[in-house]
């Protein structure tokens, strides 16, 4: 009985810590609009892509943002809408700075959500980016 009490207290933990572990992975296009004025490039962003999440949940999505270049330092900022299949959704700020736009590391935070999603509103999450074609990006993004 001692050794059955362990293994269900065990999975028990394990359950609770993989349930508060997210991930998700995105591929889409970007479409640029830029500007250039000295040392300093302001491009316009919007994105269209396809994601699926841990929780096998499956959607589309849209961002409109801006990348400002300064003098090879790259700061980007984009809000983004996801609808999943049973169009549930939920809204995300996307932030980088970086010296190289092909790949980096950024952050997500999730602003607003549908009921189904409003566990995403108390996430900390990372993203990885690699941008391939010069415009298609493949995105894995992980929350603990």
Known sequence: MKHISIILISFFILGNVIANEYSMKS???NTFKSMIINNEK???V????????????YGTGFCYGSILNDNNQISLNNFCEFTDSNKSKFWSKVQRVSSNLEAGLGKQEFLKASEKYKFLLEKKCKYAVSFFQETNFLLELKCE
């Open 27 to 29: 591929i889409g296009k």
């Open 42 to 44: 302001l491009t316009i």
């Open 46 to 57: 919007e994105v269209d892509f396809t994601w699926i999440d841990s929780l096998a949940n």
